[in-house]
């Protein structure tokens, strides 16, 4: 171990050198500003870029790519937090009290435990990398398809019974995302679903354009609905900084988050949804104020905000160790390894350790340089969101429908931004969470390939996924999930039940 640190050392003082700073720095600084941007998420970015640095040595190149990725994940959470429009699919669970958090004018708070939650995230998450990167990586490859499968379904039980008050409307709503997710070309049979003769439908709807359309669109459209009784968003009041309290409340999440991010960033199964999303949930769980959630909790920023920055860091594991990519943003960035005649993998430590540590210690550095750039701006954020609500609506139009169109660059995006856009508003009016819509859109395919999968190792035999040890026990989670909120649920009707009854006998 005190070789990985000597070698880290060693990494410091190449990543320190002026040009590789500069190429971090503005890595940082793209990224961010990318990251605010609807549709144009990290694997964009680093793709549109990527023939840019062609001309660039490979330290150096790489070092800008890995700031660009880092940064757009620090970017992604300022428009979900006081816009309610995600730049990314990774920051979707962050808008669920995030942006409650900005209508109750603590957008500030909300921004700067964001921005330092994904700080601490991303350096433990780097140090993790150095340290335990290769023997991580070889845990991963311990998650089949049974153990991805049994992942998801331990999602959708946090879904339906964490988020939301009415577990049927909360079931409902992701029955209505998992039939979006099955929309485009059966990957089993090659036969269309659901695309109406719409040829554009083929591939699927993007996860992007159903965020867009359910948290901007149908969100903006029930403010208009509701007129002068909406909620109208507070000036951040008082410090910008966090308070003590927030301190108190945040550091345990920013930890359980990076707990939970760093290793599921890790796995095959990829992306930073599944473990944002599950951080959620344990912080509602964990919480010592379960009456702020749904209205601005604190922990229900910081947590899944660690939890997607530090699986950004775990995405490097298999990549740097194995070769093996687990998100967009990872085969981009094996292309970027390929385009220099680099093969990641077990011996690229020991062929390009220049490389490697140097990239490894930019990293460090360029989540120093992300915190100092985001927190002085956490006020000029802020007040972005008392502008008069008809300029934001209109503003959060445009720029979700541009976002939209720059996807595929496709009509039939924006027809199915503004349908969609008005089911959501339909389901706000009945009050119905969104939420699970997206996520259902988001985890339905990949549960569907992971079952399918397993089951053909399996021979059609259902009952080896749950002999599996590691499926076995996320379904035994799951199962534990669903009894224990139940068993909630009827703790909570019980004492007004004894307290009805002897009135009711009374005379």
Known sequence: MSGTWHELAG????????????????????????????????AMTVALLLPAT????????????AGIYYGAMYGGSTTSILFNVPGESATIVTAIEGHKMAKAGRGGVALATSAIGSFVAGIVGTLLIAGLGPRLANFALAFGPAEQFALIVLAFTVITNVLGEDRIRG????????????????????AARLTFGVPQLLDGLDVVLIAAAFFAVGETLYLAWL?????????????????????????????????????????PAGGAELPTLISFGVERRLTRFPEEFGHGAIEGVAGPEAANNASAAGTLV?????????????????????????????????????????????????????????????????????????????????????????LHR???????????????????VHDFPVVPVVIGALLGPLAEQHLVRALAIAEGRWELLVLRPIAGTLFALAALTVLFSGWRALRRRMPAKLTAEPGADAP
């Open 11 to 42: 990494g410091f003082a190449i990543a320190l050198s002026p040009l590789h700073l500069g190429f971090a720095l503005l890595g940082a600084l793209l990224g961010t500003a990318v990251g605010v941007l609807p549709g144009i998420g990290p």
């Open 54 to 65: 062609f001309g660039v040595e490979p330290t150096s190149g790489l070092i800008l790519l």
């Open 171 to 190: 079931l409902a709503s992701l029955c209505a995302g998992l039939l979006l997710g099955l929309v485009g070309i059966d990957a089993q049979t090659g």
């Open 227 to 267: 007129g002068e009784h909406a909620p109208v968003a507070v000036a951040s009041r008082g410090s910008m900084r966090m308070s003590r309290s927030d301190w108190k409340r945040s550091w345990p999440a920013w930890l359980r988050g990076t707990a939970i991010g760093f290793p599921m960033g890790a796995l």
């Open 318 to 406: 298999p990549l740097l160790a194995l070769g093996v990519p687990t998100t967009a943003t990872a085969a981009v960035l094996l292309a970027a390894f390929q385009q220099y005649g680099l093969q990641p993998g077990p011996l690229l430590f020991q062929r390009e350790p220049q490389l490697v540590w140097g990239l490894l210690a930019s990293l460090l550095i360029g989540n120093a340089m992300l915190l100092v750039l985001n927190l002085p701006l956490v006020g000029l954020w802020a007040r972005m969101a008392t502008v008069r609500p008809a300029l934001l609506h209109g503003g959060i139009l445009v720029l979700a429908t541009v976002g939209t169109y720059a």
């Open 410 to 428: 496709s009509p039939v995006d924006l027809v199915l931004l503004f349908t969609l856009g008005g089911l959501a508003f339909v389901m706000r």
